[in-house]
C-alpha cells in the first residue's frame, strides 16, 4: 500500500512547497533600503533574479524584539556626516569595510590600494579585493573613534554599508 506525499506545512498534496499559500516566511530579492520587519507573507519570483533573501534570518520579531542576528547591525555615522548607515558588527573581521557607493556619498579621499580578503577558512580563494582605503572617524552607539582605517570594496562585496571590525572594536 502507497501512501500520498503530502506537504508537511498544509498537510495537502494538490501543489509544491514553493507555492503553498500558508508559508509563514517570505522571499525577496535583496534590497539595500528594506526594513527588515517580519511581514508574513510572500512574494513570487522575479524573473531574472537569482538571488533570495529569507526575510526572518536579519530582523526584529512580531513583538518588536531584536532576533540574534539583527542585535549586531547597528547605526554608523562617518566623519559627523548626519547621515546614519547600516553596519554590521563582525569581531571576526580585522578590518573595518565600507562599500564604494557609501565613500563617494561621502566623497571620501581614497588612497589606492589592492588589499586582497580572504573569507572564513580558505587561504587559497580571494573574497573581495579593496579598491583603496581612507582614514575616517567612526561613531557607533554614540562611542566616536577617531582615525580608523577603512577598505572600501565594490558593492556587491558586502551586504551592509559597513562593516565594523576588530580594528575599530579593539580600540
Known amino acids: 500500500m502507497q501512501k500520498d506525499k503530502r506537504f508537511f506545512v498544509c498537510n495537502e498534496n494538490t501543489h509544491f512547497a514553493r507555492d503553498c499559500p500558508k508559508q509563514n516566511y517570505k522571499f525577496d530579492r535583496i534590497n539595500r533600503e528594506q526594513n527588515f520587519k517580519w511581514r508574513g507573507e510572500r512574494i513570487e519570483h522575479n524573473e531574472g533574479s537569482n538571488v533570495y533573501k529569507r526575510h526572518h534570518s536579519l530582523m526584529t520579531d512580531s513583538e518588536g524584539g531584536m532576533s540574534k542576528v539583527s542585535s549586531y547591525i547597528k547605526t554608523a555615522r562617518i566623519n559627523k556626516c548626519p547621515l546614519e548607515f547600516a553596519a554590521l558588527i563582525d569581531t571576526g573581521s580585522d578590518s573595518v569595510i565600507c562599500r564604494n557607493s557609501v565613500a563617494k556619498r561621502l566623497e571620501l ?57 576588530r580594528s575599530l572594536l579593539d580600540r
Do not use: Q, T, W
Open 109 to 165: 579621499k581614497i588612497d589606492p590600494g589592492s588589499n586582497v580578503m580572504y573569507g572564513f577558512g580558505n587561504i587559497k580563494m580571494c573574497a573581495a579585493r579593496a579598491l583603496g582605503k581612507a582614514k575616517v572617524d567612526i561613531s557607533v552607539d554614540s562611542v566616536k573613534v577617531k582615525e580608523v582605517e577603512m577598505l572600501i570594496v565594490r558593492d556587491d562585496a558586502l551586504p551592509h554599508d559597513l562593516l565594523i571590525g
